[in-house]
Structure formats: C-alpha cells, structure tokens
C-alpha cells in the first residue's frame, strides 16, 4: 500500500498510462504546430488536434466544431462568462450565479460587476441546492447568462441543470455549466442537458494539466463570444494561441477511456464512498456529511467534525493526502465559501475535510483512512477547549 494514500481526486488525478502512450509521439515525431499549414509536420499536427476535437465532442454529445480548445476549465469559464458578457454589453448586462460555484466563475462575475454589470448570486439550502423558484424569480429581460456548476467540486452536490435549462430557455437566457467535476463521473450529455456553454478540463479525468475545453453551441444565428485572447484568431477567432496538441490528444484519450470506464467505476467508487462515510459516522459522534445525501457525485465525500481544528487534523493524517476544500483555495486561510453559504458555521466549516477518491482506491485504503481519521479526531478532541460534552 502506497503511503501517503491520495483520496484529493477532485483537485486532480495521475495520468493514465494509456494517456500518456496516446501524447508521447506528438512531443517528438508529430511535434508541428497545429497553424502551420505549409509542411506536413503542421498537418500532421493540425489533423491529431482535430481527431481530438471530435472524440470530445462525441464524447458529450456535441459536434466538433462546438468545441473550443483551452488552457484548462478556469479559461473555459472565464471566456463564456466574459465573453458572452461583453458580446451582449449594452443590451443585457445581468448576470446570475450560485454562491457555491467555484472562485473560477465567482470571480469572473466579480470581476464584471466592478465593470458595471450587476450579479445575482443565489443562496443554496443545507444540502447545497438551489431553490429554482428564487432562480426564476432572479431573471430579467436584462438577463444575458446564468451559470451554475453540475456537480459541486467540495461536496459533490449536483444540481438539476436539465430543469436549470428549461427555465432559461424560455426566457431567452443563455446557460453556462462548469462540468469539470462531473464529466467522466457521471452522464453528462450536452443535448440532454440544455446547455450552451460548459466548460471540463483534462487534468480531473486521468488526463494532462494545462488544457481544458469549451463547448458553445451552434445557434442560428451562431452564439458570438467576445474572445478574451488576441493573436492569430485561433479556435474559430474565440481563442488565439499555439494549440497544445500533446494536450489535446491526452484529452482526447483520458475522456474516451473514462467514459469507457465510467457505469463499474462509478458503481465502485460509490461502494467506497459509502464505506468510508459509515466507518466514519458510525464511529465519532457530531458530525455532519455536507452535500445533498441522494444527488451527488459518486466520489465524494464532505465531513464536519465538530470540536476540532481542521489544519491540526490535516496535520495529523500522515497515511492519507486529502483536502479541506477546493485545491484552488487551499492557500487561503479563510473557511470554505461553499459551507458557509449551506449555512456551517466558521468553526465547522473549519473542521471540514473533503475525501474524493479515484481509480487506485481500494476497499483496504479506505479502511486505513476511517481508521486513521477516527484516531486523530478523537485525539484532538481530547485536548480541543472546541470540544465539550
């Protein structure tokens, strides 16, 4: 057994062997650049991005000239929250969102907003879940664009993007979907969905770091995004640059084998899952499992401990490599945004630790983890003045 054992799968996975197989010739023998189209190193190069393209397409649901190449899921929501923002600037400059998203859609809002736009950010219940009659209520003829996650990176929390679509779409409301956290872990079907922007990324799904994608659907007339990258008018003028086409191809190869993988995988990550959160609760009285109980992602578990401090308890789980939130916010000392808007209180969302786990977890680790978790939050609550009885 590999120690420290990684249950921090949400904030990102190994490359898979087959992955890696898949990109290795495109660092060496089909090292062109996509945009060079006078040399066969360049149309080499120009038909694996494009064989890419369409595998993720395919691999969603949607047709490979609807999908944009990025640097990763962050670039992705920033382009279709900006982009669409700026491309309907001075008609609709409303936006709307969930207080749990994550800083990679709140921010980009943040950020409109300074520049005049008003933002409506949603209050969710103590599972997480929005309340789709306050949504309704939140749009306006202003409206241009709503975003909400599918799947909540902390808790695993899902939310009802099908039915988020319809009331969009009749009124006339573009929807963005973060993806990242479900795509590879659940059915995530862009027609079935609604969706007109969604944005994944390769590194959650066994893939490389450093490239991402963006669907924007094919609209009569076509949905416009102004593009937040000039220089050469790339990805159909939305995002200039170098193709990264070692990038794309491990994208390509990481979502088919996930998708591959997904009906068992999902089914026994969803066994473990459950093991470890009834090892745990059973065990330790006061404490919370955050997340809807029912929808959420088969991977991921959230917990409370009540009465301890959550960076001594990560301090002292020496067998397991996990989290107390998102892998992005980890530098910031502050309590997690997204428990805090479920209505935890700071000391809670303190003590908070987020197991996710992933292809190599096995029945035994998950044992080892409970036990050590166990161990450590009864010792620290026998020397916490948080703890009383």
Not at 92 to 100: D, F, I, K, N, S
Not at 121 to 133: I, N, Q, S, T, Y
Not at 377 to 385: D, G, K
Request: charged share 20%; glycine share 8%.
């Amino acid at each position: 057994m590999k120690m420290p054992i990684y249950m921090d799968h949400n904030a990102t996975t190994p490359v898979d062997p087959g992955v890696l197989e898949a990109m290795l010739p495109c660092f060496s023998e089909h090292f062109g650049n996509a945009a060079s189209r006078t040399n066969p190193y360049g149309w080499v190069a120009s038909k694996l991005v494009e064989q890419a393209r369409s595998a993720l397409a395919t691999g969603i649901g949607g047709h490979p000239e609807e999908m944009v190449f990025t640097s990763g899921a962050t670039e992705s929501n920033n382009l279709a929250i900006k982009g669409l923002a700026l491309a309907l600037k001075g008609r609709r400059e409303h936006l709307v969102t969930c207080a749990t998203e994550h800083k990679a859609v709140l921010d980009p809002c943040a950020a409109l907003t300074r520049e005049g736009y008003a933002t409506t950010v949603l209050p969710v219940d103590g599972r997480g879940c929005l309340d789709l009659v306050r949504l309704t209520d939140a749009l306006t003829p202003g409206t241009a664009l709503v975003s909400i996650m599918l799947a909540n990176n902390e808790t695993g929390t899902l939310h009802p993007i099908a039915k988020i679509a319809e009331i969009c779409r009749e009124r006339g409301v573009v929807l963005h979907c973060d993806a990242t956290q479900a795509v590879g872990k659940v059915a995530v079907d862009v027609n079935e969905l609604g969706v007109d922007l969604m944005s994944f990324s390769a590194h959650k799904i066994y893939g490389p770091k450093g490239v991402g994608a963006l669907f924007v659907r094919r609209r009569k007339p076509r949905l416009h995004l102004v593009p937040l990258l000039d220089g050469g008018g790339h990805e159909q003028g939305m995002r200039s640059g170098t193709l990264n086409v070692p990038g794309a191809v491990g994208f390509a190869r990481a979502l088919e084998i996930a998708l591959a993988r997904m009906p068992a995988e999902s089914a026994r990550l969803a066994t473990l899952r459950d093991r470890l959160e009834h090892a745990v609760t059973s065990r330790l009285e006061a404490v919370t499992v955050n997340g809807d109980a029912e929808h959420r992602l088969p991977n991921t578990v959230n917990v409370s401990f009540a009465g301890v401090d959550g960076a001594a308890l990560l301090v002292g789980l020496e067998e397991v490599a996990v989290a107390s939130g998102s892998a992005c916010t980890s530098a910031d000392p502050r309590p997690s945004h997204v428990l805090m808007a479920m209505g935890r209180s700071k000391e809670l969302a303190n003590a908070s630790i987020r197991f996710s786990l992933g292809h190599g977890n096995t029945t035994e680790e998950v044992d080892v983890v409970a036990d050590a978790v166990v161990r450590e939050v009864m010792r620290l609550r026998t020397n916490s003045p948080l703890w009383r009885k």
